[in-house]
């Protein structure tokens, strides 16, 4: 599977004690607060209540989907996390619902990374690595100063594409 592959790969190779105790499989038309996933969710936090961490791929998944709400009302002491780096997932984290975001990337980045790769596809140019990576955040690493904020990268990506493309 695209999301648990690597995951599932890093978690056998680095924690031998370590395990997968159920997987809640979801297709979009799930992620309706508190639709079947929510609910599969929290029937597999009462049937596993030894579980550790709950794994979210995306901040939908624990924000708008109620997944973070799921493991509180199913009565779990897991960790939850998510990935992207969004407000109100972040403020999750600042008010305890969420551990971490474990993948978190600056969309404003990724918009303009793909602005670059459009602007060398359409003038005949390959593609080059745009320099995206994930970050971690937590309480107290890489946290926006403000409630609400997503996460913003300090690197000055903007400069660089304007200069990589010869405007001010």
Known sequence: DFYNGGFDKTLDAKCADCSV???VSW???D???NGPWVTGLRNALIKHRDANYVWFPFDSNAVESG???AVLQ???KAKVLAGIGNGPALDLIRNGQLHAESVARSSDWVS???IDQINRHLNGEESVP???GFISIDKGHNMPEKA???YTTSVDFRSLYKKAWGVE
């Open 130 to 132: 745009q320099g995206l």
């Open 21 to 23: 105790v159920e997987e």
């Open 148 to 150: 609400g904020e997503a």
């Open 67 to 69: 997944g973070a709400k």
């Open 31 to 33: 992620l309706a607060p």
């Open 27 to 29: 297709t979009v038309a």
């Open 74 to 76: 199913a009565g779990s």
């Open 112 to 114: 303009w990374a793909a």
